[in-house]
């Protein structure tokens, strides 16, 4: 069975400082790891994705995820902050054992909120 | 291409009404897959289509609620006799072949918000 956990539901961050957003992961075998975002009234957006290949994934935005077996997370960052930054940010796990996007497991959700 | 489009964006009913949500994937594609956004909670899967075709409804609960993706049309999520439990935002993915988290692009549409007072 797979499951991710996002740590914090809210984040809020003033522009032009880092960000960090928590994920942890569980997963039978070797998972494959997504961050989604999601702004009001807009579909859900793929950020990156890591499969397999490089531990630290760079996605659309300037943002970066690094995947760490050893910690089971797979935190995204960001350097600096923009105000269009803020959304709803989605940590995805899909096992490779079960595969296909129809088992696709979210986590809750992580509220960003850049502040001036 | 207009992307994967869902309406309406809100839905209300009563309960023991009849909801329908529509998902129209992008062009080219004929693989739907649709998920479900309780509050508070991640999305869940429910069931992924490719036309005419039921491949996976694993995640769809076992009564009242019916999907379907004829050959010409959207796809069709129908939930009879709504309950209050079935209140949340009903999301529709699609994808030109089966999705398996490699290369191929799962595109996801903007959401059905189900209301049932």
């Known amino acids: 069975a797979q499951s991710v956990t996002q740590l914090d539901s809210h984040v809020s961050v003033s522009e032009g400082t880092p960000v960090l957003l928590r994920c942890n992961y569980s997963?039978?075998?070797?998972?494959?790891l997504f961050w989604y975002v999601q702004h009001p009234n807009k579909g859900l957006q793929l950020l990156l994705k890591?499969?397999?290949?490089?531990?630290l994934v760079k996605g659309i935005n300037g943002f970066e995820a690094e995947f760490k077996k050893s910690e089971t997370s797979f935190h995204l960052t960001k350097p600096s902050a923009h105000m269009s930054d803020a959304a709803e940010y989605f940590c995805?796990?899909?096992?490779?054992?079960?595969?296909?996007?129809?088992?696709?497991?979210f986590g809750t959700g992580t509220q960003l909120k850049v502040e001036l | 291409n207009a992307g994967v489009m869902q309406n309406p964006r809100h839905l209300v009913r009563r309960r023991g009404q009849e909801a329908r949500l529509r998902c129209s994937p992008m062009?080219?594609?004929?693989?739907v897959y649709w998920y479900r956004q309780l509050p508070e909670e991640g999305l869940k899967f429910m069931v992924y289509?490719?036309?005419?075709?039921?491949?996976?409804e694993s995640g769809m609960p076992k009564e009242r609620f019916s999907a379907e993706f004829p050959k010409e049309g959207p796809s069709i999520l129908r939930i009879q006799q709504v309950v209050r439990g079935d209140s949340a935002a009903y999301f529709c993915?699609?994808?030109?072949?089966?999705?398996?988290?490699?290369?191929?692009?799962?595109?996801f549409g903007s959401g059905t918000q189900l209301s049932v007072l």
């Open positions: 289509l490719q036309k005419e075709n039921i491949i996976d």
């Open positions: 997963s039978s075998y070797s998972p494959s």
């Open positions: 062009k080219g594609h004929s693989h």
């Open positions: 995805v796990v899909s096992d490779q054992e079960s595969g296909g996007g129809n088992k696709l497991t």
């Open positions: 890591y499969t397999s290949a490089a531990t």
């Open positions: 993915a699609s994808s030109r072949m089966p999705w398996t988290g490699g290369d191929e692009k799962l595109f």
